[in-house]
């Protein structure tokens, strides 16, 4: 079955990085599309950045532009957010997401999410 | 800045039936925007439900189903449960990027 098992978060203070993983299996990860969807407490859902299944493509929302990388290792079904000056307001559950196409598609399959406190 | 906007907020009673729409500032929700529903419970991560406007995953109960309506797109369901009382989003494709929708949470009573 499909399992997505996020890691990497934890408090980091403003103006710092952090790197989530993602590890992927019960699928062959190098042929999907991958997603990062984040939620800060007690909102909605904001959609972060995708790459495709040989991570030639990357699109990013506008609010990561330029902060946030999206990348892949897929002789290790690993998905990579490297997350750069932080701020206040990047304070939420990171969920890794499988793509149901090779990236020009839907998100399908959700991780338990990781919980990145940004906070001095 | 492009904007998808749900309804805050809908009841219904069990048994009977609903609809969630999901509006684009860019104007109409089209086939091409690729329309995507989820469903998300307290404390869970979320869970889909539609893609690509109207068709659902192997896991998607049947009362549930997408279209387009009236330039939106929409998620109805049918025969509701009180376990389909939840946060339900949905997603558009926009050339690459994706935005959700600000979330509309269901009550069922």
């Known amino acids: 079955q499909v399992q997505l098992v996020e890691s990497g978060g934890g408090v980091v203070q403003p103006g710092r990085s952090l790197r989530l993983s993602c590890a992927a299996s019960?699928?062959?990860?190098?042929?999907?599309?991958m997603h990062w969807v984040r939620q800060a407490p007690g909102t909605g859902l904001e959609w972060v950045a995708v790459i495709w299944y040989d991570g030639t493509n990357k699109n990013y929302a506008d609010f990561v532009k330029g902060r946030f990388t999206i990348s892949r290792d897929n002789s290790k079904n690993t998905l990579y957010l490297q997350m750069n000056s932080l701020r206040a307001e990047d304070t939420a559950v990171y969920y890794c997401?499988?793509?149901?196409?090779?990236?020009?598609?839907?998100?399908?399959?959700w991780g338990q999410g990781t919980l990145v406190t940004v906070s001095s | 800045q492009t904007v998808v906007t749900q309804e805050p907020s809908l009841t219904v009673s069990p048994g009977g039936t609903v609809t969630l729409t999901c509006a684009s500032s860019t104007g109409a929700v089209t086939s091409g925007y690729y329309p995507n529903w989820f469903q998300q419970k307290p404390g869970q991560a979320p869970r889909s439900l539609i893609y690509?406007?109207?068709n659902k995953h192997s896991w998607t109960p049947a009362r549930f189903s997408g279209s387009l309506l009236g330039g939106k797109a929409a998620l109805t369901l049918s025969g509701v449960q009180p376990e389909d009382e939840a946060e339900y989003y949905c997603?558009?494709?926009?050339?690459?990027?994706?935005?959700f929708g600000g979330g509309t949470k269901l009550t069922v009573l």
């Open positions: 997401v499988r793509d149901n196409y090779y990236g020009s598609g839907s998100p399908d399959y």
């Open positions: 690509s406007t109207s």
């Open positions: 019960g699928f062959s990860f190098s042929t999907y599309g």
């Open positions: 997603l558009l494709y926009y050339g690459g990027a994706r935005v």
